[in-house]
Each structure stands twice: as C-alpha cells, then as structure tokens.
C-alpha cells in the first residue's frame, strides 16, 4: 500500500501582488497540497487480470478448439497423396453411407450450435449530442458575479470557488439552466421537469432526425438521470411525448452517477440480445438546476463549479440490415463496482447539510478512490483488448516480479510492466470530470496529448456534464473526420457508488463529419492551449 505522503501532490501557487497590510505591492505565493490518483505502477492485482481472461476464454472458446480441429486434420491428411485422398473421400464412403450421413449430420449440428450460440452484433447506428440555446451560455466572470450578487456567500466562499474555477480546465462557453441564472428557486420540481424536457427531447428530436427512425419502431428505452427520478418516470415523459407503442421495454435507472451512460448500454445490449431484429435508445442526461446546492458546506459547492447542461441519445440496433448504415460495432463492456467498501460508497454521497439543503458531498479521498477503480477495471480490460506482445511481456514482468522482485527488495524489479493501451485503441474517450483527474489518468496511462485531446477540449467547451460526456467526446473525434475504418474507440467513465465502467467499440466505415453535431459551430477554434 503507498503511504499518505505518496497520494499527496503539492503545487507553488503565485497569489499576485499583495493590495493590503505590511506586505502591499509585494508578490505572495501560497503551496497548493491535493490528492493524486495511486500510481498504477506500484501494484497490479492479480485477481483483475485473471478476471479479464475469464472473459475472453468464455468469449472465444471457438479460437481454442478450431486450430486444434485444425491441426489434427492437417496431421491426417498431410501424409496422404492426392489418389489417397480421393479413395477415402469417394470409394470408401459410397459403401458406407452411415458413415457419410453421421458425418454430415455431426457437421451440420456443430456448424448450428456454433451461429446458435454465438451472440447478436450490436450496432451503434448513430447518436446525437443536445447542444443548449446560446442565451444559456456563462462565462467564468459570469458565473462567479452570479454568486457574488446572490449575496449567499462571503469571500472566503467565493474566493474557493473561484480557485476551483481556475483549475478545473473548464472554458467560458458552458451551459446553465436559465432559472440558475436568475437565481430562482431551480430545485422544484417544475424546474426539473422543465430542464429534463429541454434537454432530452433536444437530443432525441436530432436523433429521430438524423436516423430517420420513427419513435413507434422503438422496441427498448433505456432513460438514466442520476439525480432527477420523478413519477411518472423520465423515460415514461419520452414515450407520452413521442407516442411510442404500448409494448416498448422500458427502463429508468437513478442514482447511478456519471458512469450510468455505459450501465444504460451495457443493459440495452442485453435486452437486444433477448430480442432479435429490434433497436433500442439510450438516453444520459443529468439535471443540473435540480442538483444545484445554495448552501456553504465547502465540500459540496464543488459540484455546482462543475456541472453543466448537456444530454446524448444513442440508437442501437441488433438488424443486420443496419450494420450497412452503422457507424460502430460493440466488442467489449467491462464493469467495476466497488460499492461494498464503505470508503468507496461514501466518496460521492448526497446528503442535506446542516442548513438542511441538499447536495453532493465529494470525499477528500475521492481521486484515489476513483483511481483504484481505474486501475481496476483497465486490468481486467487488458487480456480482452491488448495485443499477445503486450500481454506476454506484462505475464513475464509480473512472474518476475512474484519471484524475484521481493528476494531482491529492488524497487524496480517490484514494479509490473504497465501494458501500452495505445496499440489497442486509436481513440480514447476519458469522462471529463476535472483537468486535475485528466492530467493524473494521462500521467499514469502514459497517454499523448492527442490521445487525451476529445476529453479535455470537450471540459473546456461544455463542462462535466455527466454520464453523456463520453458522447460528446467521440463527437469531437467525429467533427474532426479522426474516426477511420476499423479503429477501436474506448470509452471509460467512472462514477459514485464508486463504479469505473468502459466501452470498446470498433469503427465500421470511416466517419465523415456529420450534418448535425454540437462542435460543427466551433470546431474550427479546437484545441484550444490550456493553461
């Protein structure tokens, strides 16, 4: 386990010149002490990687036995000249139909079983990102007066907002709700149902749109609003407003954090392979005047610098005459819970604080909690997508660690060979929760600046907006015509409970820049240097 001095990062912050005091029209500084994601290099837990191999064994069977078959057929018929082959093939048979007929029938039933029980494609036709009315952008200046004439906060509070402002990566061109704004009370209910609305019937009219699907053809909804449950359910609003048919699949997941976008996926994927020739929706939003805090609890004012209006819909299809127009095919979901330890569960937690408002409490743990489900799911990640170089170089550091590394108490034969994930994705779409939590994942991943470069311009442009922030990541990617075919994205989002989930998806076509797609306007401007 590294020491607490080993999770702690410290930075020089220069304050500026001094106004006031003994120390007016002087520089200060002040030492900036914060949490670091735990270093991947220092410990790999085995039980994760021979938990992504139970993955693939159960997933590719058929490589294992095939080239077996292969072989065995190979040794028989190799030693046999052509007049040979030919004898066993018609003259011995044509008096043994038995045999043929049990031959042809073992064929048969295995060439069955093996299409029978191989899973359907999924396919990602295509999604759409909403992209909010311009009258809702704020600037930082902007946001930081609003608090300022709310009259809520003294400066202290102000001055922590604004330095958690400064450093998030976020740009000034974000989105919030308009009752936010005006300082209403955005919280209610109406407020709520009002946003909800906005956001997803924006997103879903795109999709319909862009798809040319009709809402009736619709045979699964997948809705997930992490903070936002109403009754009746967001995903029941959708079909009221669509008029969707009355036998749709259904689902509402809340309370599931940022990562619920891949869980949404993960079940849609599973309610397409229980239903064949069918298409499903999935919609990832979050309700940020709904979730706004209007209390001082430092902890959970945090959020309110981060969240930002935003809402993706995904059209998935198990058709095969959709793998025609498709853009992706799914190859790989992973999930990490780490709920049932109490430090995980607690790290992102909503409460009511002492003056009875209610908010998201993040742990001061946080970082290294998320790191650890990271680390996590990446490791049961590797065996499914890596290349064999990759992964045997990876099995010998590690044998070598176990073996060698504690004898010697040699600090760098103790540390595992960290697989290169660059050779198996092209593309990366890492959730945008923060420019802090960015630079630690790119540090520990060994990630470029191009590889981290959808993640970072997309927190700059709109913001953490949730569970839908992967989208409008990979519409980045798309905007800028990066997407070939036969590249592999990653998605990977993490989340309260505490959850680290990803998505591997395989680019069917190369993806010309799209019609309709929230960064059309601005693309142009990107990347932007970060400070």
Request: with cysteine; glycine share 6%; net charge positive.
């Amino acid at each position: 386990m590294p020491s607490e001095g080993d999770l702690l990062s410290t930075e020089i912050v220069n304050r500026g010149i001094e106004s006031s005091g003994p120390n007016a029209g002087s520089l200060t500084f002040s030492v900036r002490v914060r949490r670091r994601l735990p270093d991947f290099l220092q410990s790999v837990n085995l039980k994760y990687v021979k938990l992504g191999y139970h993955y693939l064994i159960n997933h590719a069977i058929y490589l294992a036995t095939i080239p077996f078959l292969v072989l065995v057929f190979s040794a028989e018929v190799g030693s046999l000249s052509r007049e040979e082959i030919w004898k066993k093939l018609w003259e011995d048979a044509r008096y043994d139909l038995a045999t043929v007929l049990s031959f042809v029938g073992v064929l048969v039933f295995t060439v069955s079983a093996y299409f029978m029980s191989r899973p359907r494609s999924i396919y990602l036709v295509d999604f759409a990102c909403y992209l909010p009315h311009h009258d809702l952008k704020v600037s930082k200046n902007q946001f930081l007066e609003m608090l300022s004439s709310s009259g809520k906060y003294d400066e202290s509070t102000l001055e922590f907002q604004k330095r958690i402002l400064e450093s998030s990566g976020i740009g000034d061109e974000t989105y919030i709700p308009k009752a936010v704004m005006e300082q209403q009370s955005c919280t209610t209910m109406k407020e709520g149902r009002l946003e909800a609305s906005t956001v997803i019937f924006g997103a879903l009219d795109e999709l319909f749109e862009k798809t040319k699907v009709r809402p009736k053809d619709v045979g699964i909804l997948v809705v997930n609003c992490s903070i936002f449950n109403p009754t009746p359910s967001l995903s029941a609003m959708v079909i009221n407003h669509y008029k969707m048919r009355g036998n749709i699949l259904s689902y509402n997941l809340g309370g599931m954090g940022c990562s619920a976008g891949i869980i949404s996926v993960d079940l849609a994927r599973d309610m397409l392979q229980a239903n064949p020739n069918n298409v499903a929706v999935v919609v990832s939003t979050e309700m940020v005047g709904y979730n706004w805090y209007a209390g001082k609890e430092r902890s959970m004012m945090i959020p309110n610098c981060f969240f930002r209006m935003g809402c993706s819909a995904v059209l998935l299809s198990n058709r095969r005459r959709d793998s025609r127009r498709a853009k992706y095919h799914l190859e790989h979901i992973v999930r990490t819970h780490k709920g049932a330890d109490d430090r995980s569960f607690r790290a992102v937690y909503q409460e009511e604080d002492e003056q009875k408002f209610k908010g998201l409490k993040l742990s001061k743990e946080l970082v290294e909690i998320g790191g650890d489900a990271l680390k996590t799911n990446i490791t049961t990640l590797g065996p499914l997508v890596l290349p064999f170089s990759e992964q045997l170089i990876f099995f010998a550091s590690l044998v070598w660690r176990h073996l060698f590394g504690k004898k010697n108490g040699s600090s760098h034969l103790s540390k595992p060979y960290i697989p290169d994930y660059k050779l198996a994705f092209e593309h990366f779409c890492v959730h945008g929760t923060s420019k802090i939590v960015l630079d630690e994942i790119q540090r520990n991943l060994e990630l470029s600046d191009k590889n981290m470069e959808a993640s970072r311009m997309t927190l700059h442009r709109f913001g953490n907006i949730s569970s839908s922030s992967i989208w409008y990541e990979l519409a980045y990617l798309e905007a800028k015509e990066r997407v070939k075919s036969g590249d592999r994205v990653w998605q990977i989002a993490y989340g309260s409970g505490f959850k680290c989930n990803t998505l591997v998806w395989k680019s069917i076509r190369r993806v010309r820049k799209p019609s309709r797609n929230p960064w059309l306007h601005c693309i142009d401007r990107y990347p932007v240097q970060q400070l």
